[in-house]
């Protein structure tokens, strides 16, 4: 019987390359995006090269309603082996000029909807008593940035949370884990200044989706795991 991953937010950049190495190592893959369909149809045939099946669920992780509407029955019947927790956008502005929509709709994706999932996904896992949760936070979470405020409380909101959960599901053999990538090639972060943010990095380059992915990959795989409730960087050396 095949594994199941659920990722939330793997339509495109890190979601996606997590969702295609997961499919290499042979797991079937349920794949949450909002709504762009072109680019989640695409992933989803990509990832069924793999000879896995990959099923997709449309919708806001924000919205409480829509999130148990779109996986509470799924979850239940089959709770997932992995989650990976994804979801995150950014609505980058200086604290004094930033907008009350602009904090609000970082929030309420990035952390909130961090609730609504683990509200659908958590009692189906212990239930089963297994499972790895992986969060996908920030080294904005870590050291904070300034312009984005909303986005490092948001991530930095989500390593906290890991860490709590981490020690409510440990002696259920969940494991739960964050990474936090750094500046990694993606569309969110084609717009930054390189002459400015490459100086302050010491392996000189910005990360590939691929590498957080790796990790992810043996957070969510390896069976010799004593790794709980820790947060790793990948940002090649930008947080020391």
């Known amino acids: 019987m095949r594994k199941t991953l659920l990722i939330i937010g793997g339509s495109r950049g890190i979601g996606k390359a997590i969702a295609l190495s997961l499919a290499g190592s042979g797991w079937n893959i349920w794949l949450t995006y909002r709504s762009n369909h072109a680019a989640a149809e695409e992933t989803k045939k990509e990832i069924e090269k793999s000879g896995v099946v990959c099923r997709l669920f449309a919708f806001d992780v924000a919205d409480y309603r829509a999130t148990e509407e779109a996986l509470g029955k799924a979850c239940d019947e089959t709770p997932p082996h992995a989650l990976v927790y994804n979801a995150g956008i950014a609505r980058d502005n200086l604290m004094v000029w930033m907008t009350r929509e602009e904090w609000d709709t970082v929030i309420s994706t990035n952390l ?45 909101g989500l390593i906290g949370a890991a860490k ?77």
């Open 164 to 240: 709590a959960l981490a020690r409510e599901v440990g002696r259920k053999n969940i494991l739960v884990n964050v990474v936090a990538p750094g500046v990694i090639e993606t569309e969110m972060t084609e717009e930054l200044p390189q002459d400015k943010i490459m100086p302050l990095i010491p392996l000189g380059r910005f990360g590939r989706p691929e590498e957080v992915a790796s990790v992810v990959n043996f957070l969510c795989t390896e069976e010799n795991m004593y790794i709980h409730g820790q947060v790793i960087g990948i940002n090649g050396g930008l947080a020391i």
């Open 112 to 156: 909130n909807g961090f609730y609504n999932i683990m509200h659908v996904v958590l009692f189906p896992m212990l239930r089963e008593k297994r499972g790895r949760i992986v969060v996908v936070s920030s080294t904005s979470g870590q050291i904070g940035q300034a312009g984005q405020v909303n986005y490092s409380a948001s991530k930095a």
